[in-house]
């Protein structure tokens, strides 16, 4: 099956910092998405992104299907930016829905 | 609003004392299926549901049943609890694609599953 890794497993910040979080993933894929799993467990669509870029307040992802790989930017991290970051994209065999699988995360903590 | 939700949030139970876990979809989803979270395991897929009667088993099936009578509806049946089925658990939805033209799953906010 796919495999996905994120880097770097662990990241501690200061608030007002930026940060960049990778996914690699070993196949091609018709979909990725980003997650936020905050302090209470729930897990947060962040960005649906098979290719491209996209921008949504302070967070930005960008996809580069060809490569394989996958960037989460956080800029002027918060407090409230703590949590586990997962992207995860489909292993269904070419099809663009299904399973998905999970990186390991990166576990960000942001010190005020 | 859309969304995914799941009840209870919360549960402990005892080794033996059937239970359901119940998820609902207000978005019209074909696809919708089960994860369990464990520490160090990550994210494993329980079940999974095409559509309305279409059910199949992901990963880690044993100990598990499911439903899908209706297309909103897809609850999570632990016939004969045991500790070993202590985790979080979360239920996701999406349509197929064909549809709709995307994809993206939703996650309910997790069941926290404690079995004595």
């Known amino acids: 099956g796919i495999q996905v890794e994120q880097s770097p497993p662990d990241l501690i910040l200061q608030e007002g910092a930026n940060s960049t979080l990778r996914c690699n993933f070993s196949?091609?894929?018709?979909?990725l998405q980003w997650f936020h799993q905050n302090p209470w467990g729930q897990l947060i669509n962040l960005f649906y992104i098979p290719s491209g870029t996209k921008q949504n307040g302070r967070l930005s992802a960008t996809t580069v299907a060809t490569e394989r790989y996958s960037l989460l930017y956080i800029s002027s991290s918060q407090t409230t930016d703590s949590g586990v970051y997962f992207c995860a994209v489909p292993n269904a065999g070419g099809t663009s829905y299904g399973k998905l699988t999970f990186g390991q995360g990166t576990i960000l903590t942001v010190h005020p | 609003e859309a969304q995914v939700t799941q009840n209870p949030r919360y549960l402990i139970t005892v080794t033996g004392k059937k239970l359901t876990v119940t998820c609902s979809q207000n978005m019209n989803h074909e696809y919708m299926s089960w994860y369990r979270q464990d520490p160090g395991l990550g994210l494993r897929q329980i079940y999974y549901?095409?559509?309305?009667?279409?059910?199949d088993k992901g990963d880690v099936p044993e100990g598990y049943k499911v439903s899908r009578k209706e297309k909103r509806n897809f609850p999570l049946i632990l016939e004969s609890p045991s500790p070993n089925q202590t985790s979080l658990y979360f239920c996701?939805?999406?349509?197929?694609?064909?549809?709709?033209?995307?994809?993206?799953?939703?996650f309910g906010p997790g069941t926290r599953l404690t079995v004595t």
């Open positions: 996701a939805s999406s349509f197929i694609g064909l549809t709709s033209g995307s994809d993206e799953q939703y």
């Open positions: 549901s095409m559509n309305v009667e279409v059910t």
């Open positions: 196949d091609s894929v018709n979909n």
